[in-house]
C-alpha cells in the first residue's frame, strides 16, 4: 500500500542543503516511529518513508510518500494509519520550520 501526500509549500528564508538534508532524514525517522507506535512492529513486513524537500524562490515544498505491508492484519486500517502518519510528518516538519523563523 503507498500513500501519497499532496506537496505543502512554506515560505521561508534561505535554508542551506545541509539542513534541508538533516530535515529530510529526521521527517522520515519521525515518520516511522509514529507508525511502529501504531502498530505492532512485528506486523510489519515492510515499511519505506521518503520526504522529499526541495527549496527554491524562498519555499520549501515537502512530498512524503510512505509504503507499508504487513505480515498479518492488526486490526488497523492501513489507509487511515498511512494518512495519520502523513499528517503527523507534515505537522512535525512545519513545528521545525517555525522554530527556525523564531530563531
Known amino acids: ?3 501519497m501526500n499532496p506537496i505543502l509549500s512554506i515560505g521561508l528564508p534561505e535554508i ?3 539542513v534541508i538534508e538533516k530535515l529530510t532524514e529526521s521527517c522520515e525517522a519521525q515518520i516511522s ?3 511502529v507506535k501504531k502498530i ?9 518513508v521518503s520526504c522529499t ?3 527554491e524562490n524562498g519555499q520549501l515544498d515537502l512530498d512524503v510518500q510512505i509504503e507499508l505491508s504487513q505480515a498479518f492484519d492488526s486490526g488497523h486500517s492501513l489507509d487511515d494509519l498511512l494518512q ?3 499528517d503527523f510528518g507534515v505537522e512535525w516538519l512545519e513545528n521545525q520550520l517555525t522554530e527556525m523563523k523564531d530563531q
Open 16 to 18: 542551506s542543503e545541509e
Open 84 to 86: 495519520e502518519a502523513t
Open 53 to 55: 524537500l526541495e527549496f
Open 33 to 35: 516511529d509514529f507508525v
Open 1 to 3: 500500500m503507498i500513500k
Open 40 to 48: 505492532p512492529a512485528k506486523s510489519i513486513e515492510s515499511m519505506f
